[in-house]
């Protein structure tokens, strides 16, 4: 379970910083992922769900270090956002045209992740035992 908390703090750390820089650089990070912000709403919007919602999602990931009994069911909610991820983008390549080069960055982390998280949820368990 050692080797899951500090999995999933790396995936906090970087899901705090992605919220960061997405609430204090909106118009350069929604840019780098094709986002047109319109003002007012849109760029409320995005600095809600890319800044809070993030920042959100990294807080989460880093409460294994301090709550152990905490690690298998966020390690299940980290398999489940990034595989639910992985197959929401697989389908947007598929549908959609003109992608740009971040956004297949960012597919190939969200693959990283899934596979990484889904690898130690395998060797933890699916079961209640929090040693």
């Not at 986002?35 to 409460?63: C, M, P, R, T």
């Not at 959609?96 to 992740?113: H, N, Q």
Request: hydrophobic fraction near 55%.
């Amino acid at each position: 379970m050692f080797l899951a908390r500090i999995f999933l703090a790396v995936v906090g750390v970087a899901y705090m910083f992605l919220g960061v820089w997405c609430a204090s650089a909106p118009g350069q990070t929604s840019n780098s992922v094709g986002f047109d912000l319109q003002k007012g709403s849109g760029q409320s919007e995005f600095f809600v769900v890319y800044g809070g919602v993030e920042l959100a999602w990294g807080l989460i990931f880093l409460l294994p270090l301090i709550m152990h009994d905490a690690t298998r069911p966020l390690l299940i909610g980290c398999v489940l956002i990034h595989g639910l991820s992985v197959i929401f983008r697989a389908i947007s390549f598929g549908i959609f045209s003109d992608i740009g080069t971040t956004t297949y960055v960012l597919a190939a982390v969200e693959w990283v992740i899934f596979l990484a998280s889904a690898g130690l949820l395998a060797y933890v368990g699916f079961g209640t035992k929090t040693t």
